[in-house]
């Protein structure tokens, strides 16, 4: 009679079984042959495992086998023999990246897997796998903005200061203004697509029915919102709506206000002297990104006004203030958390950030 081959291993190897027999993330495979040796530590025969996992015996005692012999590196599929490799991986990897940095071909504005393989005569599979293995997305791009403010520094230190450390008995609010919010009339829906997907559907041609200028305050402890819709963005505006967001603080309080450099923000000398207790505090330019009211207006933007239907300025104004009073029922302050901002992120080559 044919006798099993006796499974030991210590508590390392076991734990590791575990692990790849509960993960979603590892080849199913390797899943596989971990959960075949873990019935065998449990006690079971081949056969017993072979049932309850749907294989045939000889497959469990392959497994068995292996680990009883080689441990965890016998559960991976070993070297074969087979069609020598097309292409030497890292000289192909050296010459796409070389090729990246030339002049992509004359029309075109950048290079992408279908010309890099055409210049280099390869194939268009080898040239996306090593693309995704080093990271590279020809077609993703992303913005930077360096403020060129020469008391970028110390401004900023200022405003990130106020996030972190406000000053003692004072209120730190967050003010700016979206601009021109259009009241844009269009069918919208649902449409399924051609793969059987099923998005948004929004109508490509549509109605204007005006614009409306939107005032924001966000308390930068509480994350708590005060807005206000108006026709335009004048200074009279922008005094009118401070008036009401002071209004609010108790006069035994200092209120520091964070603001860019918008011209309806400056010269407020006559409004600043009425009000003692009020600081205006500026970002530095080109650096409205420290306004943390600017994540809020993505908020809005993304939940509210984007591919929304609007008839009048006046359900457009609606619908962002029951968005406002929404929000705030569950309003919480923002985490700051952006990262520190060098000219140096910027790399003219690809070579520099693979290697």
């Known amino acids: 009679m044919r006798v099993a081959a006796p499974v030991v291993c210590d508590e390392e190897s076991r734990k590791t079984l575990e ?31 072979a049932a309850r996992m749907h294989l045939r015996p000889n497959t469990v005692s392959k497994w068995r086998r292996r680990f009883a012999e080689m441990g965890l590196a016998g559960l991976r599929d070993q070297p074969r023999s087979g069609k020598p490799a097309t292409y030497d991986v890292g000289q192909l990897r050296t010459r796409i990246l070389k090729q990246l940095e030339a002049p992509a071909p004359r029309g075109q504005s950048n290079w992408d897997g279908a010309t890099l393989a055409h210049a280099l005569g390869v194939s268009d599979d080898v040239v996306w796998r090593i693309l ?20 970028f520094a110390a401004k900023a230190a200022d405003v990130v200061g106020l996030y972190l450390q ?4 004072a209120v730190v609010i967050s003010v700016d203004e979206k ?104 970002t530095p330019t080109s650096a409205s990104w420290l306004n943390q009211v600017e ?11 984007r591919g929304a239907s609007f008839s009048s300025t006046q359900q457009l104004t609606q619908a962002i203030t029951e968005f406002v009073n929404n929000y705030n029922q569950t309003a919480t302050p923002f985490v700051w958390r952006k990262r520190e901002v060098k000219g140096a992120q910027l790399r003219n080559t690809i070579v520099n950030l693979c290697n």
């Open 19 to 49: 692990r790849w027999g509960a993960s979603r993330t590892q080849e199913s495979r390797l899943v596989e042959r971990a959960r075949i040796v873990l019935g065998c530590l449990s006690g079971e025969r081949n056969d017993q495992i």
């Open 132 to 151: 995704s293995k080093e990271g590279i997305s020809l077609q993703r791009m992303r913005s930077w903005c360096v403020s060129t403010d020469p008391e």
């Open 166 to 169: 406000p000053p003692v008995n």
């Open 179 to 282: 601009p021109s919010v259009q009241a844009i009339e269009r069918k919208t829906g649902y449409v399924q697509t051609a793969n059987g997907k099923i998005v948004r559907g929004i109508k490509s041609t549509y109605k204007r029915h005006g614009t409306v200028n939107l005032f924001a305050a966000l308390n930068v402890a509480t994350g708590v919102i005060r807005s206000k819709t108006t026709q335009s963005k004048k200074r009279t505006d922008f005094e009118s709506f401070m008036n009401e967001v002071v209004a609010e603080v108790p006069a035994t309080q200092e209120t520091h206000v964070i603001l860019d450099n918008y011209s309806t923000h400056k010269n407020n000398d006559a409004w600043l002297a009425a009000h003692s207790n009020v600081h205006f505090h500026y």
């Open 295 to 305: 994540i809020w207006f993505g908020i809005l933007t993304r939940k509210s006004l």
